[in-house]
Antibody, heavy 120, light 106 residues
Framework: EVQLVQSGAEVKEPGESLKISCEGS????????IGWVRQMPGKGLEWMGI????????RYSPSFQGQVTISADKSISTAYLQWSSLKASDTAMYYC?????????????WGQGTLVTVSS | DIQMTQSPTTLSASVGDRVTITCRAS??????LAWYQQKPGKAPKLLIY???SLESGVPSRFSGSGSGTEFTLTISSLQPDDFATYYC????????FGQGTKVEIK
């Protein structure tokens, strides 16, 4: 069974750093792209970026380039999303999702989400 | 960037109604469109891909159509479990979601 399990909710202060994770199981982790999607409170879905865990090839949405870093550790089948200096506007639910295949670029499996709250 | 525009933003309907949601792309995306359902506090769930292909396990009352710039998601007979928010997503060039359509009880 394909599963993406994300790390737990985080409460941070502005300026702090943070790294959240997404562990894949039930499939070959290095053979599928993993994307990250932001959902701000009461708002819609925004694609942030995507990574190929096989060689860590990464693409970012222009809206998020330079704001976050996406990485992966294929030895433990885990992808990461990190911030070096959080802002209150980073408060959101963050989802990881698996791209279905090379020619099937929709997201077929999703993590349960990680809620990040940034507040002083 | 490809922009996706859904209509309506909110839709009030009753159980048994036929419901149609429209999604328009700012440029042609061929058939590279997916639809997702999201319930409060839950991750999105894939319903339709390649504009009209039903994901395994999704009830047949859901259907999708369209190509180019105009697409529709239809629920043939709305069930209590279908009250949720629906998003379209293009994957022709990177990924962009529509703003969502909330289907609520009339």
């Amino acid at each position: 069974e394909v599963q993406l399990v994300q790390s737990g909710a985080e409460v941070k202060e502005p300026g702090e750093s943070l790294k959240i994770s997404c562990e894949g199981s039930g499939y070959s982790f290095t053979s599928y792209w993993i994307g990250w999607v932001r959902q701000m409170p009461g708002k819609g879905l925004e694609w942030m970026g995507i990574i190929w865990p096989g060689d860590s090839d990464t693409r970012y949405s222009p809206s998020f380039q330079g704001q976050v870093t996406i990485s992966a550790d294929k030895s433990i089948s885990t992808a990461y999303l990190q911030w070096s200096s959080l802002k209150a506007s980073d408060t959101a639910m963050y989802y990881c999702a698996r791209q279905s295949g090379a020619a099937r670029r929709f997201f077929d499996y999703w993590g349960q989400g990680t809620l990040v709250t940034v507040s002083s | 960037d490809i922009q996706m525009t859904q209509s309506p933003t909110t839709l009030s309907a009753s159980v048994g109604d036929r419901v149609t949601i429209t999604c328009r792309a700012s440029q042609s995306i061929s058939g590279w469109l997916a639809w997702y359902q999201q319930k409060p506090g839950k991750a999105p769930k894939l319903l339709i891909y390649e504009a009209s292909s039903l994901e395994s396990g999704v009830p047949s009352r859901f259907s999708g159509s369209g190509s180019g710039t105009e697409f529709t998601l239809t629920i043939s007979s709305l069930q209590p479990d279908d009250f949720a928010t629906y998003y379209c997503q293009q994957y022709n060039s990177y990924w962009t979601f529509g703003q969502g359509t909330k289907v609520e009880i009339k």
